[in-house]
Structures are given as structure tokens and as C-alpha cells.
């Protein structure tokens, strides 16, 4: 007997396996237990669709910076230890057992890297991938700290144990973890920015020490709560206690500041313009001065303006950038970041940092 195929057949037949898939579903006899794997067909078609999803969307990813910086690869280094590496491991850090009991599980990238461009990785890290655990970053627009955590992994195959952990931890590396109080949140703090607050590998983390105690403890507590986006600080800081935050503004304000060596190769007219833009401003464009506010009288007047000078002037210039994309959003800095050019903004960065104390 022959059956003639009608439009009506061919949709009651739709509808007929549509309400038997959800009967299926809702029966519970689909075992969604991680023990059991997925089937062979499954983690081919989820892990082509991943592929092809991160390889498209990556498409629309800006440039990476130079991923063979060091400062850069310190950055993302310390966060891979506190954040990635219990479920991916690290050189000398395999990866912990009970990840690899998830379906599917994570890769292990103490054995390996996957063969993913800077791009794709940046996506992936940024985003995260849905039914993997795999979460997307804490502050997605802060894409300097995402490449920080792309160079990082770009680097992880080649580096060898004791590489990864001077990398990771700075002075920190070899010293014994755990602790209490006060100072196992110091120590925590230390392996990016040293106990003397003068940071460590170039220009990768920004000094701290010297500065006054109401601008630390406020940034803290801006990190600490979100309202100033950062993932390299929101994981430390967020679970610790307003004294404990206290405890570590007053630790850091509280350590000799020391300048930067002079920018002997900063350009001669890079510096006049950024000396001109901190003491004269650009009234053109409405610009004041910067010493206006982070000179010496106007810190004295108001001890929770920071001091620039002898900071980093890779981080000084980030930080305009920053103000300038509305991701920090104190409204007076944000004005000034949008009326600052990038040129201009990296001549007074360069000023600053090449100050050993402002007027």
C-alpha cells in the first residue's frame, strides 16, 4: 500500500514527534547525570557548534596588543592561579580531579593548549561558553584585562613550573599560603603589587605605595562592590570585610613612595606637551589643569585625590582611556578623558611618570 505524502501528513508528523520529544523530556527517563557522559553524537554536534560560534563571532574582535608582553602576561597570570587554574591546572599545577568528572569536562591545560587564535581565545574568555561551567569574564568591557588573561595562555605551554609560579605569585613564589587575618589578605595582595606597594615585572601592576589612604580605601570598596569594573581586583577583594579593606589602604598609604627613573627615552616635545596639559591645562577645551587637583597644595586640601607622579605612565594612560569609554564613571575625570585626544593623554601620563614629586 502506498502512502501519499500531503502537507497535512508531513505537519501532523511534525507535531506527532515535537509532543513525543517533550513527552520524552518531561517523563525524566533523559539521564542528566554527569557520570553518564555524553554520547558520541552529542559532543560532536556541541563542540562543532562551539567552534564554529566562538570562530564567527571572533570576527568582530579587535587586534590583540603585542601578547609577548611581560607586564601583560603578568596580569593575566595572576588571576589564571586564583580564578582558572583549579579546573584547567597550570605548569606543575595538574588539574583538580573533580573537574575532570564533569561532562564535558574542561580542558587541562597543565597537558596542552587547544589550537585557538588570540581572537577566539579573547571570545571565549570573554563571554564564556553556555552548558560547559565555562563563566564569562566579570567586567566583559574591560578588554585590556581580558588580552592581559589571552597573552597569558598564549604563554602557559611554554612555561615551565618554576616560570609559571614567578609569573603568578612574584615575590610571593616558593612562600608558604594560607594564613588569616590581615596579613593572608596582604600576602594575597603582594603577589602582584609587592608588600612595598612598588609593583613588580615593568609597568604591570600600579604603585601603590604612598598613596593617600582615603583614595585606597575607596577604590577597595569601588572594586569590592563592582561599581568600579574590574576582574583582576573584584575576585580578591570581593569577599573581604570593610576593616580588612581598611587594614590594607592603611598598609599601603603607609609605604615610602619611590619615583620612577627618569623617561630619558620620552621624546623632549611629548614632555613639554604633557608638562603644558598638567600645569596650564587646555582652556581651548575646557580642559583644567590636572595639578589643579592632583598637585601637591590641591592633595593637601583633599587627601583622597590621588598623586600621579612617578606612577606608571602605561597605567596613568589606561586609566584616561578607561574614563574616556565611561568604564570608570567619576563624571569629572569622565569630561576630562573625552576631551583629552590619545596623544595628549599619553604626553601627560608620560609627564607624571617621569615627575619625582609634583608642585
Not at 115 to 139: C, D, N, S
Request: proline share 9%; aromatic share 6%; with cysteine.
Amino acid at each position: 500500500m502506498t502512502i501519499r505524502l500531503t502537507w497535512r501528513r508531513l505537519l501532523a508528523g511534525a507535531i506527532g514527534l515535537g509532543l513525543g520529544g517533550l513527552l520524552f523530556v518531561f517523563s525524566g527517563l533523559f539521564n542528566v547525570a554527569a557520570t553518564g557522559g555524553h554520547w558520541a553524537v552529542t559532543d560532536w554536534l556541541l563542540h562543532g557548534a562551539m567552534r564554529s560560534s566562538v570562530r564567527t563571532y571572533s570576527l568582530l574582535v579587535e587586534a590583540p596588543p603585542p601578547l609577548d608582553d611581560r607586564a601583560l602576561q603578568a596580569r593575566g597570570a595572576g588571576h589564571y592561579a586564583e580564578g582558572c587554574a583549579p579546573c584547567h591546572g597550570a605548569p606543575g599545577q595538574p588539574q583538580n580531579p573533580a573537574m575532570q568528572r564533569s561532562t564535558p569536562p574542561p580542558p587541562d591545560f597543565s597537558a596542552g593548549l587547544d589550537e585557538w587564535e588570540p581572537k577566539e581565545l579573547f571570545r571565549i574568555v570573554q563571554h564564556g561558553v553556555r552548558y560547559t561551567g565555562m563563566p564569562g569574564w566579570i567586567a566583559p568591557d574591560r578588554h585590556d584585562e581580558i588580552w592581559a588573561m589571552v597573552a597569558l595562555l598564549e604563554a602557559l605551554p611554554a612555561l615551565s613550573p618554576q616560570a609559571y609560579r614567578a609569573l603568578a605569585d612574584g615575590e610571593m613564589a616558593g612562600r608558604p599560603q594560607g594564613g588569616q587575618g590581615v596579613e593572608a589578605a596582604l600576602a594575597d595582595c603582594a603577589r602582584c603589587h609587592n608588600r612595598d606597594g612598588l609593583g613588580r615585572d615593568g609597568a604591570a601592576f600600579p604603585r601603590l605605595a604612598g598613596l593617600p589612604e582615603d583614595y585606597l580605601l575607596s577604590s577597595l570598596r569601588a572594586f569590592a562592590s563592582g561599581d568600579r569594573p574590574s576582574a583582576l581586583m573584584q575576585l580578591p577583594v570581593g569577599g573581604l570585610d570593610d576593616a580588612m579593606l581598611q587594614a590594607l589602604a592603611r598598609h599601603y598609604a603607609a609605604q615610602p613612595a619611590a619615583p620612577q627613573p627618569a623617561g630619558a627615552d620620552v621624546p623632549p616635545a611629548m614632555l613639554e606637551v604633557g608638562a603644558r596639559i598638567a600645569r596650564d591645562g587646555l582652556p581651548a577645551a575646557q580642559l583644567p589643569a590636572c595639578l589643579s587637583c592632583h598637585g601637591g597644595a590641591a592633595r593637601a586640601r583633599n587627601p583622597a585625590w590621588p598623586r600621579l607622579d612617578g606612577q606608571h605612565a602605561a597605567y596613568l594612560e589606561g586609566q584616561l582611556a578607561l574614563f574616556r569609554d565611561g568604564q570608570r564613571r567619576e563624571p569629572v575625570m569622565r569630561a576630562i578623558g573625552d576631551r583629552l585626544t590619545a596623544g595628549q593623554a599619553r604626553a601627560v601620563a608620560a609627564w607624571f611618570a617621569t615627575q619625582a614629586e609634583t608642585p
